[in-house]
């Protein structure tokens, strides 16, 4: 499988290229299975390239969801694609679940490699909580109602940057260098003898089958179950610490968890890195 086999995605051709892809017919279960199965057990090509076409609507519907990175979002989609394929390859459909689901891991991954490839601010050299800013800023925003225009507000930047554990002038540079906001859905892509399509008319796909109109949901479950799992590599004290960082949706400071458990904060620090590699090291071999 390669990115040529594929239709091909120019600068300014993003409608061209989605009523495109909209031709592949979506598979049933059974026929999912039974490609999946000729890919691995047969190595046919044919399979597996169906299996890719079929999931290219999947994966343009993640990459607009990241239309608002600024960064050109025919790379995005190939980015996107690179990641399906990923996850076609990697595919055992003797584990009883949809592609769809397992895809979204792969396709997100791929594009948040390249985004963060291509963001001079956010480098193997930056630190993890720059990273957590560059991808959690939007929700954080939205969390505290800061939907203004430009600058934030002192208070707003404030509270982004408690929750977040970064500086005041991060969270000021990051939002200025993400600035200009998420493109309307109502945005013009094509107009054509079938009458004007928007974002969100191609979107809402309405031939879509059960794997994509509940793909998030079934995605939630397995990460869940693959959470829960991967937890009980940890000890007490690492799933506590671990939970109370990074799984809640109003994380504990180090300084609160150094007060609750009276070590220092390094300490703190220490055991939730460990139990972080722990867990993606479990959930690796469990994925």
């Given at each position: 499988m390669s990115r040529n086999s594929l239709p091909a995605l120019s600068e300014g051709g993003?409608?061209?290229?989605?009523?495109?892809?909209?031709?592949?017919?979506?598979?049933?279960?059974?026929?999912?299975?039974?490609?999946?199965?000729?890919?691995?057990?047969?190595?046919?090509?044919?399979?597996?390239?169906?299996?890719?076409?079929?999931?290219?609507?999947?994966?343009a519907k993640i990459a607009l969801g990241y239309r608002g990175y600024g960064l050109p979002i025919n790379e995005v989609v190939s980015e996107a694609n690179?990641?399906?394929?990923?996850?076609?390859?990697?595919?055992?459909?003797?584990?009883?679940?949809?592609?769809?689901?397992?895809?979204?891991?792969?396709?997100?991954?791929?594009?948040?490699?390249?985004?963060?490839?291509?963001?001079?601010?956010?480098?193997?050299?930056t630190t993890s909580a720059q990273k957590k800013l560059f991808f959690n800023l939007r929700k954080a925003k939205n969390r505290i109602g800061a939907m203004e225009d430009g600058d934030l507000r002192p208070e707003n930047v404030r509270k982004i940057a408690e929750s977040l554990e970064v500086s005041?002038?991060?969270v000021i540079s990051m939002n200025r260098r993400m600035g200009g906001g998420d493109s309307s859905l109502n945005v013009l892509v094509s107009n054509n003898n079938e009458g004007t399509l928007e974002w969100q008319d191609w979107i809402e796909d309405e031939n879509s089958d059960h794997a994509t109109k509940f793909a998030d949901q079934e995605?939630?479950?397995?990460?869940?179950?693959?959470?829960?799992?991967?937890?009980?590599?940890?000890?007490q004290r690492e799933c506590e610490i671990l939970t109370k960082r990074r799984l809640m949706d109003d994380p504990l400071t180090l300084e609160q968890l150094s007060s609750e458990y009276k070590v220092s904060r390094e300490r703190i620090r220490q055991i939730e890195v460990r139990a972080f590699e722990k867990l993606q090291k479990k959930m690796r071999e469990l994925a």
């Amino acid at each position: 499988m390669s990115r040529n086999s594929l239709p091909a995605l120019s600068e300014g051709g993003l409608a061209n290229y989605l009523n495109e892809i909209k031709k592949f017919p979506m598979l049933t279960s059974e026929e999912e299975f039974m490609l999946a199965k000729a890919w691995v057990d047969h190595d046919d090509r044919k399979s597996a390239h169906r299996l890719v076409t079929s999931h290219l609507r999947l994966a343009a519907k993640i990459a607009l969801g990241y239309r608002g990175y600024g960064l050109p979002i025919n790379e995005v989609v190939s980015e996107a694609n690179v990641g399906l394929m990923q996850a076609v390859k990697r595919f055992d459909p003797d584990k009883g679940f949809r592609l769809a689901t397992y895809a979204m891991w792969w396709i997100k991954a791929s594009i948040q490699e390249y985004i963060l490839r291509s963001w001079s601010l956010v480098k193997m050299g930056t630190t993890s909580a720059q990273k957590k800013l560059f991808f959690n800023l939007r929700k954080a925003k939205n969390r505290i109602g800061a939907m203004e225009d430009g600058d934030l507000r002192p208070e707003n930047v404030r509270k982004i940057a408690e929750s977040l554990e970064v500086s005041q002038e991060e969270v000021i540079s990051m939002n200025r260098r993400m600035g200009g906001g998420d493109s309307s859905l109502n945005v013009l892509v094509s107009n054509n003898n079938e009458g004007t399509l928007e974002w969100q008319d191609w979107i809402e796909d309405e031939n879509s089958d059960h794997a994509t109109k509940f793909a998030d949901q079934e995605e939630l479950n397995s990460r869940r179950k693959l959470l829960e799992c991967a937890m009980t590599s940890l000890n007490q004290r690492e799933c506590e610490i671990l939970t109370k960082r990074r799984l809640m949706d109003d994380p504990l400071t180090l300084e609160q968890l150094s007060s609750e458990y009276k070590v220092s904060r390094e300490r703190i620090r220490q055991i939730e890195v460990r139990a972080f590699e722990k867990l993606q090291k479990k959930m690796r071999e469990l994925a």
